[in-house]
């Protein structure tokens, strides 16, 4: 199984979601379908997890990359430029932020 780990050149993305308790479970099942399909085949992906808080009014997504040109080359496929304009329909708001690990517990 994966694990957080500071050693490592991998690229971590965290995103976060603004949706509406209508639409969480909706843009959930998407995300969920677009990483079994798609995410998760692309080279370099490591790992990620979908998060969701009390209200469902976020999303939150952390996931894991060899290198951010991985990351960034998964964001150009005609597939996920497709998915991410149905996303962005769905909710308020998103934004990826790629960060380096640099305390784990």
Known sequence: MPHIKTDTSAQTVLTTFEVTPGTCQD???LLTDAYREVISKQSGFIAAGLHVNDAQTRIANYSQWEDRGDFQA?????EMR?????????C??????????????
């Open 74 to 78: 998964m964001l150009r496929t005609d």
């Open 27 to 29: 843009l959930l099942d």
């Open 82 to 90: 497709k998915r991410n304009r149905v996303i962005n329909e769905m």
């Open 92 to 105: 308020k708001s998103f934004e990826p932020v790629m960060y380096d690990v640099a305390a784990v517990f």
